[in-house]
């Protein structure tokens, strides 16, 4: 069960910045961290860990869009919300 989600100060400012991020991209992402504490399971979120690692996960903003999180017992810190194809 997560409890806590934690955004650092760079991904926040990111947030608000409008040239950064659209705003229907923004609304969606914290949508999807709603999701995460309800029910990380959700089919929407297309939930998953990273291949080869043990506690950083990610899931799916929209087609183009994916958020990276390290997961640690109830708490979520937030590493990156980036391109599909610039993740890895």
């Given amino acids: 069960m997560i409890k806590k989600i934690n ?3 760079h991904l926040i400012k990111e947030l608000k910045n409008k040239k950064k991020l659209s705003e ?3 609304g969606k992402f914290y949508w999807c961290l709603e999701m995460l ?5 959700h089919p929407s979120l297309r939930n998953k860990t990273v291949k080869g690692t043990i506690n950083i996960w990610e899931f799916s903003i929209n087609k183009n869009y994916r958020c ?4 640690e017992r109830e708490e979520v810190y937030i590493l990156a ?8």
């Avoid at 504490?37 to 399971?41: E, G």
């Fill in 37 to 41: 504490i309800k029910n990380p399971q």
């Fill in 81 to 88: 919300i980036v391109k599909h194809e610039d993740a890895f």
């Fill in 24 to 26: 229907p991209i923004k």
């Fill in 7 to 9: 955004i650092p100060d």
């Fill in 68 to 71: 990276i999180y390290r997961k």
